[in-house]
């Protein structure tokens, strides 16, 4: 028995090469972004009348009364956000685990998945405790701090979205969706809507953000899947 690992005769500096291109091979075959990216973008977009439908807001009464200020509250965090990224993450974690095997190879989705989930969850009790607050008290009439608001947005679920990319840009090594990921969040906490629907009222003015950072997703999904077509 020898601990030498190279065959008589070989190179050892072409079997070293031959194994890196194997390992990353490999690490190809198990990369499922454009997918995840593909769904959290349906997932976005879907979003859209999910918010619409669950909005409540009481600005005419009290423009009416003469008021101040007036609450615009979305119901969807809780009731669609959180079941929504739910089954998303599931439905990813299925399909690199289905995919993944099919090769030959093992899935390194998991603590992706378990990242964002724990992140949705987070993110509907943050959610949940604001909402019942500001039920039993009256809204500011002065606009949040920064910090505020760069936060609740960081939490929000767009927000989670980005900070588990950054766990899935770490497993699979993927330095171009770790760039992706970061400009993503610059969208997310910034944010940079273009000055789209400026001034389309206080009950439509989530639509573009919305439909931007949404974009932002499927665009990123087009880029990766071609990207994994010509690698192939």
């Known amino acids: 028995m ?3 690992s190279v065959h008589a005769g070989g190179d050892p ?3 070293l090469s031959e ?5 990353h091979r490999v690490r190809l075959d198990q990369r499922v972004t454009w997918v995840a990216l593909l769904v959290l973008a349906v997932v976005s977009f879907a979003s859209i009348p999910a918010h619409w439908y669950s909005l409540h807001s009481d600005c005419a009464q009290a423009f009416t009364d003469g008021a101040d200020a007036c609450r615009v509250r979305g119901l969807d965090r809780g009731l669609y956000w959180l079941p929504a990224l ?3 993450y599931t ?3 299925m399909y690199a685990v289905r995919v993944t095997r099919a090769r030959g190879l093992g899935a390194r989705v998991l603590p992706y998945v378990l990242t964002g989930v724990g992140l949705a969850v987070l993110s509907a009790v943050a959610w949940l405790s604001v909402y019942i607050y500001w039920s039993y008290h009256q809204p500011p009439t002065e606009p949040l701090p920064s910090w505020v608001m760069l936060l609740d947005r960081l ?6 979205i980005g900070v588990a990319l950054l766990v899935l840009a770490w497993l699979e090594r993927h330095v171009a969706l770790l760039v992706f990921t970061l400009g993503y969040l610059v969208f997310v906490l910034v944010p940079i809507n273009f000055g789209w629907g400026a001034k389309w009222g206080a009950e439509t003015a989530f639509m573009p953000q919305h439909v931007i950072n949404g974009g932002v997703l499927l665009l990123g999904a ?3 899947g071609l990207a994994r077509r010509w690698q192939r």
């Open 86 to 88: 739910l089954l998303a």
């Open 91 to 93: 439905g990813i974690a």
């Open 155 to 160: 939490i929000a679920p767009e927000g989670t």
């Open 19 to 23: 194994v890196r291109a194997l390992a």
């Open 13 to 15: 500096h072409r079997l």
């Open 222 to 224: 087009v880029c990766f």
């Open 2 to 4: 020898t601990t030498d």
